[in-house]
């Protein structure tokens, strides 16, 4: 495969800020695979170049004439043409076994995680994004991005308690795959790298997720320590 | 291994009602690896049967002089004393990764199930479990277990959203573990084969969650379909 890949890659106003945790799974499954990526800064509103994936989401992953989507299908597309590099899964149960766990990222942590950081999403979009943004997850959440955002607190108290099984896990194993990560970090940690890109830490600091989540931003040459982020994290 | 395994496992009254969750999760897994096992029936407040194990709970698997105990602990033990039988895990990531499956099950869906079913325990219980059952439950729910039985409708609604990701993943695939069941399969069906002991169907008709429980209640020659009801099941 000599064709560069090429990452539609979800951006704020800054070209550099990179926050989406969907795109994040992809970002690590590709450095797990050791191939190389061109990510280009792409905007909620664009979805005139991401049009031939049939679809206007990202991830959207490029390579050859193949336009790929939705970050669980990109990490088996992975797997299974690099068989090669690292697995992302480790065989065909442990690769439906992760399959629960992005699962419980996308439908009980993400949703979670944006009650805790919904609001200060708006002021670093691109303009023309903003109306868009507001006015889909208003309409997903059933209310104003204010009032959530009001509720940063609770919100919060009720994001630790959502990740018991995640604590329950790394309080006995280094990573949710194991003795090193996968695809079941991968699958987890984007919203954390969501959350930090954008100025939140949201775990306690003598919570065992947190050192798991140095371990992540330490993994792959610390590509998601390196990502830049609105505000310096420690 | 030519010791006869002896399992002690929580029974009601009736000597065949056999409803914990955690001991399910033995059995399917005994099952899974072809170990035959005589199981023995148990009582709360029989702690010092057990006393061998160094703690009061079950399930405890008595294999020669090793008394095992923790569901999660005997998986492991058998994956790794059994490694000829058909695998509970496909590997170090599938076993690290259906760990948590396994503290899901156990931190999130077993609480939910027992708010909708705890009002009917009592009941079936041995006389001499039933002190021990009311005040140990109410301790930990800080609540009347009347007070809970109360909110059995909306607590079978809340649990089905906790389905959620199960749902989602046994939309696209026959078992949590992929084309055949195993241990994170076991992990999680053991509540709802506690509920279904007990006479309750956690989940609606039209569920995919319901499908992959009557392939559970099929699989192992019909193991956990011909376990003693409460009430006769569909």
Redesign the interface.
């Known amino acids: 495969m000599s064709d560069t890949v090429r990452l539609y890659d979800l951006a704020g106003e800054d070209d550099d800020l990179r926050f989406s945790p969907n795109c994040w799974r992809t970002r690590l499954a590709l450095a797990h695979k050791g191939v190389p990526v061109e990510t280009v800064a792409w905007r909620f509103t664009e979805k005139d170049s991401i049009a031939r994936s049939g679809q206007g989401k990202v991830p959207v992953l490029v390579v050859g004439d193949l336009w790929l989507y939705e970050s669980w299908d990109i990490a088996e597309y992975l797997e299974d043409h690099f068989p090669q590099a690292p697995?992302l899964?480790?065989?065909?149960?442990?690769?439906?076994?992760?399959?629960?766990?992005n699962?419980?990222a996308?439908?009980?942590l993400h949703p979670a995680v944006a009650r805790c950081i919904i609001g200060d999403i708006p002021a670093l979009l691109h303009p023309k994004d903003r109306d868009y943004f507001r006015t889909t997850r208003e309409a997903a959440f059933g209310r104003s991005l204010e009032s959530i955002a009001a509720e940063r607190e609770p919100a919060l108290a009720a994001l630790r308690q959502t990740l018991?099984?995640?604590r329950?896990?790394l309080a006995?194993?280094h990573?949710?795959?194991?003795?090193e990560p996968?695809y079941?970090d991968h699958a987890v940690f984007g919203a954390f790298q969501w959350a930090r890109v954008l100025g939140t830490k949201l775990a306690a600091a003598d919570d065992a997720v947190s050192a798991w989540v140095e371990r992540m931003l330490d993994a792959y040459g610390g590509l998601a320590r390196n990502a830049t982020c609105v505000a310096p994290m420690v």
Request: hydrophobic fraction near 55%; avoid cysteine; aromatic fraction near 12%.
């Open positions: 697995s899964f480790g065989g065909a149960v442990g690769r439906a076994t992760a399959r629960f766990v699962q419980w996308s439908e009980v018991a099984p995640l329950g896990v006995r194993q990573f949710v795959a194991g003795a996968a079941a």
